[in-house]
């Protein structure tokens, strides 16, 4: 089931969204977050599924069947978090790899979409992207509090 | 009648003033008016008055008493024992002098100071001036010109000091308030160049401690780690429910 | 971070408190200013053909200017007259001259002076009549009466060795004092020394603005007093500040 699937590049764009100038502004949000957190390996995607696909379903497809990269280990993969983009649907996803699942909750990961609507709509499509970076590094900071040693304890 | 009666009020304060200040065994009794006493009329009253007149002006303005006494036997006394009995008797003034003066004597007449402020004065200095004065006065041609170039002598010698005296605390009350202005102004700057390397510390400890903050914030950040369980045989991840419309672009 | 949210309002609060105790501290301690009042200047406003005019009594003595010389008791007038600058010879430079002279005319002296808003200087002086006599000069000018002169006050002494000269100045009073001119607020000046085997005392009453008012000058010699002379201003063309 989980064979025969695409690389999976950071940033895959089916649908021919996004510029040259659009995909490097996506890169350095993806960066900066990559650099507060880099345990957590980030994929983007854009694509125009049929209409009666399943986005989550296609995402967890994807972060399953996707065979690793040269430089990606098992625990890299496991540690990735999919941005699934439905142009058709008008839908956005997140599939989280098992490690990563933790991080945030379902609750907080719809926080973070939402976050992308405005500029979605605006026709702002990578500015979108990069806002969902800065909400997913808000997010994950405060997350990341609840995990982190008190000094108090130690 | 009550001027007269006044009159008499008021002469009548003036020696029982005069008369509480003599000491009971003094045989020359109250200081009379002029600064001029001559009992037995030495000198003729023009010259004692042009010797009165100018002394009893500095006792007025400047409160230097020199008193002239003329006497024609000292007893056997010496002349600063007597002098000194009528200092103590008549005068009361911070700085006076006798001139005593008894005719014949050819080391005669004798300049006698007293008081409070010749205390503070240097002593060879006070017996050089006495000494210079005596000389110059007696080289008078006659003994009451010596008596009147004595007083002269004893009132210029007087006011000098006097005046020297007062120049000299003044110098000395402005270099100590000049002396204590600097130690002020010293000891502030001093406290203020404290306070102020104390206050720049605390910007410097604040800058410090917030670039030790922020240099601790922008280290990266891991989340811990935990035993992955796949589901339902997927080796990499188990789904999730996070969807959401976004709307379509508007391009 | 906790220790600097303290430090700051505390550095602060003394900041405040030692402004505080500054200004008390100066108010205390700070000298009484006295202002600087210069009312003696101009000290001597002469210009060319000011004069004064004293009266004048000499006494001298019986048997000082000779055996059986007689007593001398003279009075006369005498005349003092700014002249401007002159020089007292080629060799010297132009000073402030006045000429005295007595009312007969049989004698004539030149004062040689320094005068500037302030002070004045003595220089030197000549003999004119009855016979001219090759002038006294001091090489560095000695004040004579200074701006603001205080009672109290001593002039540095001049000694010359080589003439047996002393002249020790002190300034006895500030008084004022009634002449023939008027009433006059003086600098009342002692001068005491020797010129060789005689000794001098001199008291001038300076008014500042107006000049020499009166001179008590005695001379002595061998214990003896050989010269007395007043003199005292009855007139002066000088304008009074």
Redesign the interface.
Known sequence: ??SDGPPLLPILDAVG?WKDADIRKIEAARGNVE??????KWRICAVNLPAETS???F??WL??ACPLNPEET?SD??W?I?LL?D?R???????????A???LS?DE??KV??S??TY????K?AK?VVRFFKSSRSE??T??KR??PRRSHR | MVPKILTVLFAFCLAFHASAQVPKNFEYGPRPPLSVFDPTGFLNPQLAKSISDPLTKIYQKEKIDVLVVVLTDLAGAPPEHVAKRFAQAWCTANIHAVVLHVPGRKDSPWIVPAGKLLEILNPKEVLKSLEEAQRRAAKEVTEPDKVKAAATEAADMLRYWTSNLINHSEQVQTERSQWIQKATEKARFRKMGLLLLAASTIPLVLGASMLILFLKNRG???????D???RL??????????????????? | MKPARFVLPLAALAVLFSACETKKTSAETAPKKETAAQPDTPILPAKKGDTWRYDVTLEIPANTTGADAPEVKESSTRTRTYLGKVSPAPDRPEVDCFEVITADGSSAEREFVEIYNDRVLMRGSMTMLPKATKPIWLDRAIPFVISGMKAGTEMPELEIASGGVTRKTRVVAREDLSVPAGLFPCIRILMTGKDGDIELRRTTWFSPGTGIVREEKTRYRQDKLIYREVQQLMETSIKRP
Not at chain 2, 233 to 251: C, E, H, Q
Request: charged share 10%; hydrophobic share 40%.
């Open positions: 089931m989980f969204i650099r507060r957190f880099p345990q957590i986005l989550p379903l995402g967890f972060l399953n098992p993969r496991s990735t999919l983009i142009i649907s008008g839908q956005a996803s997140i599939t989280p790899g098992y490690a699942e933790s991080c379902d990961w719809q979409l939402n992308m609507a979605w709509q605006a026709g499509t979108a994950l900071q997350a990341w995990y982190k | 990266p950040r891991s989340f811990p780690s935990r992955l369980q796949p045989g997927a080796p990499y991840s188990g789904g999730n429910f996070a969807v959401v419309k976004i709307g379509a672009p508007d391009l």
